[in-house]
C-alpha cells in the first residue's frame, strides 16, 4: 500500500562529487606548511599579539603608526583633487560657484566632503540643482540653473523668480527681460505657479498682458496695455483668464471703452465702461423703455 | 624520438620526486570504475623471519584508498573531461582524506588508447671489450624504430633481453666481457590524443603526471605469480569498456593488446534483451549472471522489476537461461577476439600457455570453464596480490589494475629512457671527445 504519511527520503547524492573549490581547500589544508601556519604560528601571533596590545605604549605606538600609514596613503598624489570643471551655468553662476568650491582644493578624495560641497553650490539662488563627482583628479561640477519665469516687482526692486516663486537674480531694469510677465503686488511670488497658469490662459490676449496684480493676498487682477484690467476670481483664475480671452476674440471687448472686466463671480461677468459710453448706454436704454410704452 | 625520450624522462624524473618526497598516488581510470590508491613509500623493506625479498612491494604502504563509479570514460578514454574530472576529485579527495596527506604526483593507467606492441632489435659493436652502461644505451638507440603511425606515442620501451656474442637471455650485460651486443626491446605505442587527454583531465585535477602505465600490463603485474611471468602466461584484464592482454615471457611483458569491448558491453545487451534499465541490468548481472545453463536455470525466475512506473502489470520476470542466453554470447565474443589477438602474437609459441583471467568481467561464474573452452588452455581467475594495506574490498579481480599501478610504483621496471643517452645529445659527445683527445695527449 502506498504510505499515506509522507516522510522525506534519505538524501542519496548520487555520483557525487566535490566541487573544485572544496577540493583545492582540502588540498590546501593537508599542505604541512599551511596546516603548521594555522595550528601553531597563527595562534602564537594571535597571542603575542593580545599580550603587546596590554602595554600602552606598544598600543599607541601601533595606532600612531595606522593613523601615518593611513594618512600616507590617503595624500598620495593619485588621489589628489586639484582641478575643477563647472558645466551646465551661465559664466557669472559658474565663477560664483567656482570661486565658493575653488577654496576646498587641491585635497585628497578622502578627504572631500561631496555632500557639504553639493550644499555650498545649492546655496547659490540661481543654482536649482548640481551634481558633484570627482575623476581624474578633478571635480567636476554639473549645475542646473532655475530658469527664471517672471519680473517680479516689489516696492523699489525687480527681482527675477522661477515659476514656483524662488528667487533667481535681481534684475536691473524691466526692459532686460521684455519676454517675462510682469508680477506686481505683495505675496505675487508665492502664487507664481497660479499666475503662470493665468498667463498660459491668456492666449490670444498675451500680446496686451502687461502685469499681473497680486489684490489682498488672494487673487490676481491682469492689466493690460490700454490700462484694462481683468479681475480675476481666487480660485479658478485661469479658466476666468479664459472666458475674458474668448470675450475679446468675440467681441474686441478691450477694444471698447470698457476699463474693468470683472470676473470675480464666474456666474456674473461684469463690466465698468468709461464715462461718455455709460451715458450712451443708459440714453439707448431710456429710449428703448419709452419705446415700450409706447406701444 | 628524441622528445618521446625527454618527455618520458621528465615523467620519470617527477616520479623519482614523488618516491622521494614519500608519498604517491595511483589512479586507475577505468570505464566502469575509477580508483585510487595514496602509496606512502619507505626506503626500508620491511625485515623478519622467513620475510624475503619482496620485489621491492614490502616498501609500498596503501595509506588512502577510494573507488568511484567512473563517469566521462568510454571503452577506456576520457569521454567527457568534466565529467571524468569530477569522478577523479572524488577519488582523489576521499583518499587523501583517508590518508591525511596531500599528494601531487600521480601515475595513472591507460586501458583504451588501442595500444599496439612491437619487438625491436638492435646490435652494437663494443669498443673497449667491457659491456659498460653506455653501451647498453646505445644498443638500446641502435633499434630500429618501427613506423608508429601519425601521432602514436611510445607508452612502454621495455629492453626484454641482451645477447652477448652467443649468449641469450643475460639481464643485465653490465660489466660482461665481449664484443656484440644485441637486444631485444618490446615497445608499446597508444594513441596520443587519449594520452592527451589523460594528462588533461590530471592537470585539471591539480595533480603532476608522474607516469602512464598500460592497463593491461599493469593487472599483469598484480595478477600474475612470479613462476607464470618467468615462464609464460597471458594475463588478461576483463574490465568495463576494454579488455586488456598482457603476455609475459621471463618476467617481462613481451605483448599488449587491448580490445574495446568489456562488461558494459554484456549490461547493455542484457538491457537490450530484457528490455529494462541499465543500472537494473548491471545489477542482474552482478547477482545472477552466469555462462553456464543448467536444467535448474529454467526454474528459477528472475524480477525485473520493471521500471516504468506501472507497478501493477510490469512485473516482468525472466528465467536465468534466458540471462545467460544473453550473457554468453558477448562473452564468448569477447573470448574469441582475445584469442584472436593471442594468436596474432604468437602465443602458441610459448613455452608455457597459462592464461590469467582478472578484472570484474572474470568474475562471473563459470568463466574459467567457457575460457578454457575457447582458449583452449589452462585457464585460472587471478586476484591481485595484497599490497600493503590496501582495503578489502578494493582487492578483488576488478581492482588488478590498481593493484598492479601500486607495484609499478614500488618498483618500476627499466625503461629504455632510463639509461643515459649515449652520446646522442651534442654537448655529451663533444664533452667526451674532449676528455679522450686530454687523455691521449697529456
Not at chain 2, 501493477?312 to 584469442?339: C, K, W
Request: charged fraction near 25%.
Amino acid at each position: 500500500m502506498r504510505p499515506l504519511i509522507r516522510r522525506a527520503a534519505p538524501a542519496v547524492r548520487r555520483d557525487y562529487a566535490p566541487s573544485r573549490l572544496a577540493y583545492r581547500a582540502q588540498r590546501l589544508w593537508l599542505t604541512p606548511l599551511v596546516r603548521r601556519a594555522a595550528l601553531r604560528w597563527a595562534p602564537a601571533a594571535a597571542l603575542a599579539a593580545l599580550v603587546g596590545w596590554g602595554v600602552a605604549a606598544n598600543r599607541e605606538a601601533a595606532l600612531a603608526w595606522a593613523a601615518e600609514t593611513r594618512h600616507a596613503f590617503e595624500t598620495r598624489p593619485e588621489f589628489i583633487v586639484s582641478g575643477l570643471t563647472v558645466t551646465g551655468a551661465s559664466a557669472d553662476t559658474a565663477s560664483a560657484v567656482a570661486e565658493v568650491l575653488g577654496g576646498a582644493l587641491p585635497a585628497s578624495s578622502f578627504h572631500l566632503d561631496l555632500p557639504a560641497l553639493r550644499e555650498a553650490a545649492t546655496a547659490f539662488d540661481a543654482v536649482a540643482d548640481a551634481e558633484l563627482s570627482v575623476s581624474g583628479g578633478r571635480l567636476r561640477v554639473a549645475l542646473s540653473e532655475r530658469v527664471p519665469a517672471f519680473v517680479w516687482r516689489t516696492g523699489e526692486r525687480l527681482v527675477l523668480i522661477d515659476p514656483e516663486g524662488r528667487r533667481v537674480a535681481d534684475a536691473d531694469r524691466r526692459a532686460d527681460h521684455p519676454g517675462l510677465p510682469l508680477l506686481v503686488g505683495q505675496g505675487a511670488s508665492s502664487a507664481a505657479s497660479s499666475a503662470l497658469d493665468v498667463v498660459h490662459a491668456a492666449g490670444p490676449l498675451l500680446p496686451e498682458l502687461r502685469a499681473l496684480v497680486r489684490v489682498g493676498h488672494r487673487r490676481w487682477d491682469a492689466v493690460l496695455s490700454g490700462g484694462q484690467r481683468v479681475m480675476l476670481p481666487p480660485a479658478g483664475p485661469a479658466a476666468a483668464m479664459e472666458v475674458a480671452a474668448r470675450l475679446h476674440a468675440r467681441e474686441r471687448l478691450f477694444e471698447r471703452a470698457v476699463t474693468h472686466l470683472d470676473l470675480r463671480d464666474p456666474a456674473r461677468p461684469l463690466i465698468r465702461l468709461l464715462e461718455p459710453a455709460r451715458a450712451q448706454v443708459a440714453a439707448a436704454r431710456a429710449l428703448t423703455l419709452a419705446a415700450g410704452d409706447r406701444e | 624520438m628524441s622528445d618521446i625520450y625527454a618527455r618520458q624522462r621528465q615523467m620519470r624524473a617527477v616520479r623519482r620526486a614523488a618516491l622521494q618526497r614519500g608519498y604517491v598516488a595511483i589512479l586507475d581510470v577505468g570505464s566502469s570504475k575509477i580508483g585510487c590508491f595514496v602509496l606512502r613509500v619507505d626506503d626500508a623493506e620491511p625485515v623478519g623471519a622467513g620475510v624475503g625479498r619482496m620485489a621491492g612491494h614490502g616498501r609500498v604502504r596503501v595509506i588512502g584508498a577510494a573507488a568511484t563509479r567512473s563517469r566521462g570514460v568510454r571503452l577506456g578514454e576520457i569521454a567527457g573531461m568534466t565529467e571524468a574530472e569530477r569522478a577523479i576529485r572524488t577519488v582523489v579527495q576521499s583518499a587523501q582524506k583517508m590518508a591525511g596527506v596531500r599528494v601531487d604526483h600521480v601515475i595513472a593507467s591507460l586501458s583504451g588508447g588501442a595500444p599496439r606492441s612491437y619487438g625491436l632489435s638492435g646490435e652494437h659493436v663494443i669498443e673497449d671489450g667491457t659491456v659498460e652502461e653506455g653501451d647498453v644505451a646505445a644498443v638500446l638507440s641502435a633499434c630500429e624504430m618501427p613506423p608508429l603511425g601519425e601521432d602514436r606515442p611510445v607508452l612502454h620501451a621495455h629492453p626484454v633481453n641482451f645477447a652477448l656474442d652467443h649468449r641469450s637471455g643475460l639481464a643485465d650485460p653490465r660489466g660482461q666481457v665481449g664484443r656484440r651486443l644485441t637486444c631485444d626491446l618490446h615497445l608499446v605505442s597508444a594513441e596520443g590524443a587519449a594520452l592527451r587527454n589523460l594528462a588533461s583531465v590530471v592537470k585539471r585535477c591539480d595533480l603532476e603526471l608522474a607516469g602512464v602505465v598500460s592497463a593491461g600490463y599493469a593487472a599483469g603485474l598484480a595478477a600474475l605469480v612470479e613462476d607464470e611471468k618467468e615462464l609464460g602466461a597471458a594475463c588478461v584484464d576483463m574490465g568495463g569498456g576494454a579488455t586488456g592482454i598482457s603476455v609475459f615471457l621471463r618476467k617481462h611483458m613481451i605483448h599488449a593488446d587491448s580490445i574495446p569491448l568489456g562488461g558494459r558491453h554484456v549490461t547493455r545487451d542484457i538491457s537490450q534483451g530484457l528490455q529494462i534499465a541499465e543500472e537494473r541490468a548491471e545489477r542482474i548481472k552482478c547477482l545472477q549472471g552466469g555462462l553456464q545453463a543448467t536444467g535448474k536455470d529454467d526454474r528459477e525466475p528472475i524480477a525485473l522489476g520493471g521500471g516504468t512506473g506501472d507497478w501493477d502489470r510490469d512485473s516482468r520476470q525472466a528465467t536465468r537461461a534466458e540471462l545467460i542466453g544473453i550473457v554468453r554470447p558477448r562473452v564468448e565474443e569477447i573470448l574469441e577476439e582475445v584469442r584472436a589477438a593471442l594468436d596474432a602474437a604468437g602465443f602458441d609459441h610459448l613455452p608455457n600457455q597459462q592464461v590469467v583471467l582478472t578484472g570484474g568481467g572474470s568474475e562471473i561464474p563459470g568463466m574459467t570453464t567457457l575460457a578454457a573452452r575457447v582458449l583452449g588452455t589452462q585457464v585460472r581467475q587471478g586476484r591481485p596480490m595484497r599490497v600493503r594495506g590496501a582495503p578489502e574490498t578494493l582487492s578483488g579481480p576488478s581492482f588488478a589494475a590498481l593493484t598492479g599501478l601500486g607495484l609499478f610504483a614500488a618498483e618500476p621496471q627499466d625503461e629504455w629512457w632510463d639509461f643515459e643517452a649515449a652520446a646522442t645529445t651534442f654537448p655529451a659527445r663533444s664533452l667526451r671527445r674532449a676528455i679522450q683527445w686530454m687523455r691521449s695527449n697529456w
